[in-house]
């Protein structure tokens, strides 16, 4: 079925057996339902596909088979080399907020709950009440041998991205609490942020620097912002039912009420 969708997520991208690599991106349809686009091979995508956050796109969906992902708002491609479509960009905060912001969480436990059967909700906006800190912590270098193998393996189109996959060698995360004092932690899998790291390591080429860049870009959206947090599961963590299954795959930052000028 051919749908709009209002890009939202997009998070940094990961090897791929099948496809080289991929992104996880979620947006909302013009009902406001919650639509996950997976898998896209977004880098290897002709650049007027390479849609950008708040952009709307049009594309023949599928929903995906239960029994490879049960998750309500899970969809793939109807065929992985389809045209992406690309529209206009929203540019409009308020109407961002409208879309976004329809259905907000503030209790934890109550979105978990909601990850439950029936309704297995997968893909949320949260807001947090007491932002406590960001930090990062070190973690694998490099890629595992498998997903180096993965990624110079080419698929019959020759769609390989130009520029290779860097392993972001740091997790950054936000701890915070939530409406009912229930304190978290969650790592960031949002693109920008990844991004940002490299940004700021190739100016600098200093490790140290570039996390304490990123954290100040992460306080700053905190403090000065009227951050939210888009919440999605993985996969495993939600067929599992790992306590808490969901991770931060998009942040959300409109201007506080202050900063927003009639012009």
Known sequence: MKKRV??????????????????????????????????????????????????????????????????????????????????????????????ILHNVYDNLDQ????????????????????????????????????????????NIFDTVPRNPLRKIPFEFKYSFADAAGRKSTMQILDWEIGQLYWNCFDKSQDEGLACKQVLDKLDRLANDRDLYLILGTTFEHHQRRFPNPFTIIGLFYPPKDDQISIF
């Open 6 to 99: 209002l890009i939202t997520v997009k998070t940094y991208p990961n090897p791929s057996k099948n496809y080289i690599e991929t992104v996880c991106t979620a947006g909302l349809d013009e009902d406001l339902n919650w639509i996950r686009l997976y898998p896209i091979p977004f880098r290897a995508k002709p650049l007027n596909q390479q849609f950008k956050k708040f952009q709307w796109i049009e594309v023949d969906l599928v929903k995906t088979e239960k029994h490879k992902d049960f998750r309500p708002e899970s969809h793939r491609l109807a065929d992985i080399e389809d045209e992406i479509s690309t529209g206009e960009e929203v540019s409009s905060w308020d109407v961002r907020n409208q879309f």
């Open 111 to 154: 979105l978990i709950n909601a990850s439950q059967e029936p309704t297995n909700t997968s893909i949320a906006v949260f807001k947090p009440t007491i932002w406590e800190k960001s930090s990062y912590v070190a973690t694998e270098r490099e890629w595992t041998q498998k997903q180096k193998d993965n990624m110079l393996q080419m």
